[in-house]
Each structure stands twice: as C-alpha cells, then as structure tokens.
C-alpha cells in the first residue's frame, strides 16, 4: 500500500460547481497534512494546512479524519483558475525524527466554462 | 514569505555528462533540504532528504553514486547527476522547511533537465 493515496482523476466540472477530493495515508502517527496546488510545468505551490479540526479558507474547507486515516479538501463555487494538479502531503514523521514529505499523486481538477 | 530557489530552471546535456542543479533558502536557514523528481503526468517522487552537515538520506531505489547531494551550509544544498543518460530526463525539485515542527515546505521552481 502507498504511504499516501489519491485518486488521479481527472475531474471535470462546471463552473460554479462543488467538487471533493480525498487523500488516505497509511502511517497512523503521521504529524502534519498540507494540500498543495500544482499547475503545469511549475513547481507545487502551498494552497493550505490541515487541522485536527477542520479549516476554511475562502471557498476551500480542509477536513482530518484521523480514525480513517484521510484527509480532504472541498472547494466550493469552482472557477476555472482552479484548474490544476491538487496534492496531498503527509509528513510521516520518522522514528529518529526526521522529517519528510510524501506526496500523493495528486488529483487533476478541470474546471469547465 | 520564505523563498527558495532553484537554478537553472532547465538544462541540456549530452548523455554522460554530469550536471548540478542548486537549491537556496533565500530568506531563512534550512537545515533540511529534500529533492525530488517527476516525470510527466505523475506525482513527486522524493529522492533524498538532504540534512545540513551530515550524509543525505536516500529513498529506496535512490542511486546514492549517481545523485550526489552536498549540503554544505544552512542555506544551500546541490544535487549533481552524474554521467546523465536519457532515462535521467525529469523534472527535477528542491524544497526546504524552515522550522522543525508542522512547518510548510516551500519549493524551488524546479529544473527541468532533458539528456540527450
């Protein structure tokens, strides 16, 4: 099983429409969780933390389901700038206390006019 | 915020050749550096996490030999391919964290390398 798994989609949706995206991780003790945003050719770019208890940020909500092991991200009212490679990044957390970062495959959005 | 960047931004090279890409912590001192590679259409792969003043860790699979990693200060850290054949074309990644703890990582731009 991968260290962290998302659906590659792609996902195409309308404009102005809700769209979700999950993330599962496999290491329990795993101690941060971020959702970056990846365009074309260009280097991934943070779009968000993730708390234990959920965050918000304009029309994108970051949920933990530690239980589950998952994390998601909602972005609601889709423009077409959202368009992009969205990827999910857990920090495992080694034993020695080391510190990495393991990036799921990321899913692509397409949003459509 | 803090900014990290890489250089070049792409390369050409003949195949056997050897060639650095860089990673600078612009703003802050980064006692980690990771590396990673991805090829078209699919996720980041980390190579090597880069530990300032000590032996990068490798990922399995990783040819430590073949990707030399220096970090030889807080604020830089180079990856150098050597004798670079075609299957090394990718898109190479540097990112570094700026505290310990829950901290982001911040990206360099990445360097697309094409061996031919």
């Known amino acids: 099983r991968k260290e962290v798994e998302q659906d590659p989609g792609p996902f195409n949706v309308p404009e102005g429409a809700t769209v979700a995206f999950n993330c599962t991780y496999s290491?329990?003790?795993?101690?941060?969780f971020f959702w970056y945003r990846q365009d074309c050719r260009k280097e991934p770019k943070l779009l968000m933390s993730?708390?234990?208890s959920g965050n918000e940020d304009g029309r994108f909500t970051a949920q933990l389901n530690r239980a589950s092991q998952y994390i998601s991200l909602l972005i609601r009212d889709s423009k077409l700038s959202d368009s992009a490679t969205y990827l999910c990044?857990?920090?495992?957390?080694?034993?020695?206390?080391?510190?990495?970062?393991?990036f799921g495959t990321g899913t692509r959005l397409k949003v459509l006019a | 915020g803090a900014v990290v960047s890489q250089h070049p931004s792409w390369v050409i090279c003949k195949s056997g050749t050897s060639v650095k890409i860089e990673c600078r912590s612009l703003?802050?001192?980064?006692?980690?550096m990771f590396w990673y590679r991805q090829f078209p259409k699919q996720s980041l792969m980390l190579m090597a996490t880069?530990?300032?003043?000590?032996?990068?860790?490798?990922e399995q699979g990783v040819e430590k030999d073949k990707f030399l990693i220096n970090h030889a200060s807080l604020t830089l850290s180079t990856l150098t391919v050597t004798s670079a054949h075609p299957e090394d074309s990718s898109f190479y990644i540097c990112?570094?964290?700026?505290?310990?703890?829950?901290?982001?990582?911040?990206f360099g731009q990445g360097t697309r390398l094409t061996v031919v």
């Open positions: 703003d802050f001192q980064a006692t980690t």
């Open positions: 880069s530990n300032e003043g000590s032996k990068a860790t490798y």
């Open positions: 990112s570094a964290i700026r505290d310990r703890g829950l901290a982001e990582a911040f």
């Open positions: 990044v857990v920090n495992p957390r080694g034993t020695s206390g080391t510190y990495k970062y393991i």
């Open positions: 290491n329990s003790a795993s101690q941060s």
């Open positions: 993730v708390y234990s």
